[in-house]
């Protein structure tokens, strides 16, 4: 809205020139989705704590009993700050911004459904596995039809690392893009298990896309690195530049030890908007890349579940594997910060994909 405000003026104070470039609006999406998040927060937090939101705690695994009593739901804040700097920034004439708005307040909506059946209930169970995945195929679902009947579009495959194989693979292009916004939902909802496990790399991821969107919307930048030209990409990179502002801004209040914890409302919003833009860009296999950690957490998971039914043993001490590490003794700042550690290289080794073909 801001940037359509602004946008008419530009011709008559030169100073406004500035608001036509998506660099620019980019940072200003950034530091705006920041700001909210720091004036927000504390008052979220004292909010929540006093509508008892806490997230409940597990009994087996590691003990994690000093956590009890910190409120949960603090996705809500990402999402208030996302959502308000995309409104203020971005085009709002293009496609692309509603497709990612609409599915992340769609997963968002499911999220806090599931939390706030945890909190009243007062267990960890939430709705059911099945409803909550049946609702997220279905939204997924209407996004990848969206962006496969839309006018542009060609059903192409890019492949990290390979310039000339571009397989097209038709009418499988649509569950192909579902399972991969599915995916990205539930397995960033896996690995939100320790303070700042999840928001860093999704925040790396997010900052990795950021330039990928940029190039993508660019038709020079995009034919110099042999990727597909995606007009009006250049939008996602201002959404992505809002969810590092937004979960630099929560960081702040996840940081061990947290005073607030992502939720459902958070982590499955979050995964969701990663695997849309993924898709939009057409860069959907490298997002197996770039969210490299939140690919092993969700494999740690399937492992251990399949290795136990047809064997009856386990190959982790506790899955998802970052509750591994702590059986073997790790802090919990050690795992976290060699997790976003991993995952910096993961995008440095996706965005070095773009040339090393």
Known sequence: MLYHFLYPLADSFGGLNVVRYITFRTAAATLTALFISFIVGPWLIRRLAALRVDQPIREIGPDHAAKAGTPTMGGLLILLSLIISVLLWTDLTNSFVWIVLGLTTGYGALGFIDDYHKVTKRNSDGISARVKLSWQILLAFGVAIAIYTSPAFDSELAVPFFKNFTPNIGWLYVPLATFIIVAASNSVNLTDGLDGLAIGPVMISAGT???????????????????????GAGQLAIICGALV???????WFNASPAELFMGDVGSLALGGALGTIAVLIRQEILLAVVGGIFVIETLSVIIQVVSFKLTGKRVFRMAPVHHHFEQLGWPEQKIVVRFWIVSIILGLVALSSLKLR
């Open 209 to 231: 896309f950021l330039l990928l969107s940029y190039a993508a919307g660019h038709s020079g930048i995009a034919e110099y690195l042999q990727i597909k030209n995606v007009p």
């Open 245 to 251: 502002g937004g979960g630099l801004g929560f960081l």
